[in-house]
């Protein structure tokens, strides 16, 4: 079955400080990669939606500059968390989506614990 | 705006019962509905879905149905083990394929 991977699994990074988070397809290459934000007991809330080789589309109310996307290759894309701040913990989910098609399934990553200090 | 509506929140069975989770959905041009199965601090993982071309799909012991004229679709879990505990979450795509997730039941089953 399709595999997405996210690195780390777990960060604790203090305030101020950037946080990377990788997220890869392991065996099929995402047109459309996804990320979310999910608060404890909540649903998924999505952040943005990034196409490999152009510029990612956020959702209403997420700051671009704070939220970093970069899409790469087919297999990568990277979340940073710029300039830190303790309201920003969070567990942060990726997907990733073979086909261009709201029908085509989406693949989901293990998640990264984000903790700032 | 464009949303899934999913209930219960919370749901309690005892092992061996069955288990029913009812989403409904508000764009009518959605045509595809899958549902994830997340343990405490994992990702979602894809149990099942449909496509708007047919109205039930079974696999094991999970089944989901689709209602494209009411806008609803279910998960029924039957012969519940306690493994099954997790949060169960319905999606649904909106226009550009973004997913819109429900907001979550978290079953329980009680040996």
């Known amino acids: 079955g399709a595999v997405v991977s996210q690195h780390p699994s777990r960060v604790i990074c203090k305030s101020g400080t950037s946080v990377k988070i990788e997220c890869r397809s392991l065996?099929?290459?995402?047109?459309?990669m996804f990320w979310y934000r999910q608060f404890p007991k909540k649903s998924l809330m999505l952040m943005a939606t990034?196409?490999?080789?152009?510029?990612?589309?956020?959702e209403q109310g997420v700051e671009k500059d704070k939220f970093l996307i970069n899409h790469a290759s087919l297999t990568l894309s990277t979340l940073t968390v710029t300039s830190a701040h303790p309201e920003d913990s969070s567990f942060y989910i990726c997907?990733?989506?073979?086909?261009?098609?709201?029908?085509?399934?989406?693949?989901f990553g293990p998640g990264t614990r984000l903790t700032v200090l | 705006g464009e949303n899934v509506e999913q209930h219960p929140s919370t749901l309690s069975v005892q092992e061996g019962d069955s288990a029913v989770i009812k989403c409904t959905y508000s764009?009518?041009?959605?045509?595809?509905f899958p549902w994830y199965k997340q343990e405490l601090g994992k990702g979602p993982q894809l149990i099942i879905d449909?496509?708007?071309?047919?109205g039930e799909k079974k696999d094991q012991r999970i089944a989901v149905t689709l209602n494209k004229t009411a806008k609803h679709f279910s998960l029924h879990i039957t012969e519940t083990q306690p493994e099954d505990s997790a949060v169960y979450f319905c999606?649904?795509?909106?226009?550009?394929?973004?997913?819109?997730f429900g907001q979550g039941t978290e079953l329980s089953v009680k040996p």
């Open positions: 997907s990733a989506r073979e086909g261009g098609g709201p029908s085509d399934t989406q693949y």
């Open positions: 065996d099929f290459q995402a047109t459309t």
């Open positions: 990034s196409n490999e080789g152009s510029k990612a589309t956020y």
């Open positions: 764009d009518s041009a959605s045509n595809y």
């Open positions: 449909i496509r708007s071309n047919v």
């Open positions: 999606a649904a795509p909106l226009g550009g394929g973004k997913l819109i």
